[in-house]
């Protein structure tokens, strides 16, 4: 995965709603901590966006420790840059509100990822699922951030996030906020379900077979890749031999990026041969790339006051950040301040 290194504001946040995947991984958590090199990064755990599907409390608070164990082992440096929780710096809410005025319920109703997410019964889900949108564009604007490296399903919210800033800056005629720019890798940008290649793996899936977990035993990944579902053919030569073969193309994508290699250089090696030999060679680099995470993170687990005490450090960092940031906002809005 290549990222030029730019210099710029970054934000970007991951859901405490279970332990990260392959998806998680691969889409955005690598390139997170690639982009540290040369950008101010804020990373942030959206206990708020969690809380859009009714999260069990105890487990939540267990999660958002973990997640931030698992987002250090994988390489975040909370020193240099600010790792926090998003529901201890108000800043979020407050601008979320102001953006809840400011876009259009047509826009809302646009939105794939609510669909998707609320399924069939609609009116049944909460009215956080359907505004999690704006308070995605809150959390990047707050701090006037221009960079969101995000995986390819969230290449909707980043346009919305644009429209409102547009809208906010024509009525109020100012330019307040900044346009923001996706960071969306270009290969394997959505790593798909492994039992299912048209869904892509997600946490909330109730089989954890379709995902590869970063705290998943090396016995785990190897069955986990074993079950795989994939298809009696052999492996093609090019890669348009993987039209229509969505699981195929699925697991020759994840080993393309964990071995940066192309598609093409993949099936150099393994076209013509079966899915046995494949799925070995995929499962060694799975578990090459995610036993040093699970092994850093248990270690990390097993001190809870120095993951609460980066927390806290980083809540106080964002906060300097948003806190004027939101503040003029709400000013400019016509809130007495
Ligand atoms: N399957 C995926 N492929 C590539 N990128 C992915 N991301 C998520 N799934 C994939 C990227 O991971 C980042 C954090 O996502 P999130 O946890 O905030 O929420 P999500 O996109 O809704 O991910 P999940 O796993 O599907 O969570 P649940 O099940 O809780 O809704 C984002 O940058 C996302 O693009």
């Not at 319920?105 to 909460?126: H, P, V, Y």
């Not at 450090?313 to 948003?322: N, R, V, Y």
Request: glycine letters at 6%; one cysteine or more.
């Amino acid at each position: 995965m290549s990222v030029k290194p730019s210099g710029k504001r970054v934000f970007s946040g991951i859901q405490p709603t279970g332990i990260p995947h392959l998806g998680n991984y691969l889409g955005a958590i690598q390139n997170w901590v690639d982009i540290q090199q040369n950008n101010e990064c804020i990373y942030c755990l959206v206990d708020m966006h969690a809380l859009t599907v009714w999260q069990d409390p105890i487990a939540l608070k267990k999660q958002v420790l973990e997640q931030t164990a698992i987002l250090l082992a994988a390489g975040i440096d909370p020193q240099k840059h600010i790792l926090f929780n998003q529901s201890s710096v108000s800043a979020h809410a407050r601008l979320a509100w102001i953006f809840n005025c400011v876009t259009r319920i047509g826009w809302m109703n646009r939105m794939t990822q609510f669909k998707d997410k609320a399924g069939k019964n609609r009116e049944a889900n909460s009215v956080g699922l359907y505004v999690y949108p704006n308070l995605m564009a809150a959390d990047i604007l707050a701090y006037k951030a221009t960079c969101v490296p995000v995986g390819e399903d969230q290449r909707q919210h980043l346009e919305l996030t644009n429209d409102i800033a547009l809208k906010f800056n024509y009525d109020y005629e100012r330019d307040f906020f900044p346009q923001v720019e996706g960071l969306i890798p270009k290969i394997s940008a959505r790593v798909m379900n492994l039992r299912d290649g048209s869904k892509k793996m997600s946490k909330s899936d109730p089989s954890k077979q379709g995902r590869i977990e970063l705290l998943d035993e090396n016995d785990e990944i190897i069955n986990k890749i074993k079950r795989a579902k994939s298809d009696s053919e052999p492996l093609p030569s090019e890669k348009e031999g993987l039209v229509h073969r969505l699981e195929a193309l699925n697991l020759v994508s994840i080993y393309s990026v964990l071995a940066k290699q192309t598609i093409k250089q993949v099936l150099q090696d393994f076209g013509g041969k079966g899915f046995s030999v494949f799925k070995s060679a995929l499962s060694d680099l799975l578990i090459q790339e995610i036993a040093p995470i699970r092994q850093k993170t248990k270690e990390l687990l097993a001190d809870e006051n120095y993951l609460h005490n980066i927390l806290k450090q980083g809540s106080a960092k964002a906060s300097a950040i948003a806190e004027p940031i939101v503040s003029e906002a709400e000013y400019i809005v016509g809130f007495l301040k």
